[in-house]
Each structure stands twice: as C-alpha cells, then as structure tokens.
C-alpha cells in the first residue's frame, strides 16, 4: 500500500527565507507525486506534479520539488518565501489501482513572518 | 482549462434534512469525480470514487445509504447527504480526472463546499 508522510505539522519561516516542506513517500511501483496548496476556505490547487520525466520538478510560484528515489522523498522548496505563500501544503502519491486514486499527507501549515 | 467548480459553496441545513452539493467539470468530461471530507485542520479523507454512468465506489466505513453519489454525465457528479446531522457538518470537495490531460492519476479540484448542520 502507498502512503505519504509529511514531516512537521506546521513551518514557521520568515519573508524572504528559503521554505522547505518535507514529503517522504512509500510505494512498491514508481509513483506519480503531488504538491497541492490549499488556502482558508478553498480547494486544492496543483503546485506542481511528478510524473517520472525529470528528477527536478518546478511549478507554479516559485516552487520546486525534487524527486530523490534513493531517499524516497519529494519535498517542496522556494527560495525565498512571500507572506502570500502561507497556506496549508499537501503531498500526495497516486495509488497503483486503476482508478488512480490520490493518497494525502496530513498537510503542513506554512506560516511566513513579516 | 482543467477548472471544476462545486455548488453551493455554503450551505445552511436543518437536522434530518438532505443537501445536494453539485461538482461540475466546466471545460472537460470527467469519466471518474471524487468526492473528499475535510475536518478543520486535518487531512483530505476520500468518501468515494464516481464513474460516469456506474454505482460510485465507496471507502471502508462511508455509509453509502447516507452520502448519495451519482455520476449521470461526464461533467456532473452530485453527493446527496440524507438526513444529516450535526455530525455531517464538514468542508465536502470533489475532484475530477481529465482522461486527455496526459497526467494520468491528477485530479482537479473544486473549490469545495462548507456545510454546517444545525
């Protein structure tokens, strides 16, 4: 069975400090991961996804993740943080049934100081 | 493009009333919608999975007889909560797979709905 484990509840980091949210995942076929960001009252927006073409992944707003097999973690960086990135992050993995059904973390809650 | 959206975004019900929320895919056909429950501060939970046109698929524990999946076209899946109660009272998301957009397992989401149950 795949599962996904997101180390720290909540970060704390200051505007312009570089965020790192950590993901490690556990699945026995190469997986497809997901970093999902979720605003106070809203849906879940794709940030950007890992699907086996590159190690290194970018999305949107200056996120990028990287997918290190040998570690089996995916965790989510930005090089500078903007108070607008704090929000309620989520890692996912797609399980292996054909339906693809998406297996969350328990989220981090990314908190960006002035 | 790839934008699902969820009605209403909030909603108000008596005790022993049922409450449709509707999931729309508005610019692509969704064969499958997933319909999620998020309690404050956790994690998304999966209640089931719809295929157009088939009976939605359950996960252990989710009472299908209470939470009321249909998936009657390629753009619309509803959830029927029936007869709810306070308990019922949570943020209801769904999601949708675009079987064109190359990306085989990702989903879209709605924007989600807030049901309180008084």
């Known amino acids: 069975a795949q599962s996904v484990t997101q180390l720290g509840s909540h970060v704390s980091v200051s505007e312009g400090a570089l965020v790192l949210l950590r993901c490690n995942y556990s699945?026995?076929?190469?997986?497809?991961l997901f970093w999902y960001v979720q605003y106070p009252n809203q849906g879940l927006q794709l940030l950007l996804k890992y699907t086996s073409a590159a190690t290194l992944v970018k999305g949107i707003n200056g996120f990028e993740a990287e997918f290190k097999k040998s570690e089996t973690s995916f965790h989510l960086t930005k090089p500078s943080a903007h108070m607008s990135d704090a929000a309620e992050y989520f890692c996912a993995v797609s399980d292996s049934g054909s339906q693809g059904n998406l297996i969350f973390g328990k989220g981090t809650k990314l908190s960006v100081k002035p | 493009g790839a934008v699902v959206s969820q009605h209403p975004s909030r909603v108000i019900c008596k005790s022993g009333t049922s409450v449709k929320i509707e999931c729309r895919s508005l610019?692509?056909?969704?064969?499958?919608m997933f319909w999620y429950r998020q309690f404050p501060k956790q994690s998304l939970m999966l209640m089931a999975t719809s295929n157009e046109g088939s009976k939605a698929t359950y996960e252990q524990g989710v009472e299908k007889d209470k939470f009321l999946i249909n998936h009657a076209s390629l753009t619309l899946s509803t959830l029927t909560v029936t007869s709810a109660h306070p308990e019922d009272s949570s943020f209801y998301i769904c999601?949708?797979?675009?079987?064109?957009?190359?990306?085989?397992?990702?989903?879209?989401f709605g924007p989600g709905t807030r049901l309180t149950v008084l």
């Open positions: 699945s026995s076929v190469p997986p497809y």
């Open positions: 610019d692509f056909q969704a064969t499958t």
């Open positions: 999601s949708a797979r675009d079987p064109l957009s190359g990306t085989y397992n990702e989903q879209f």
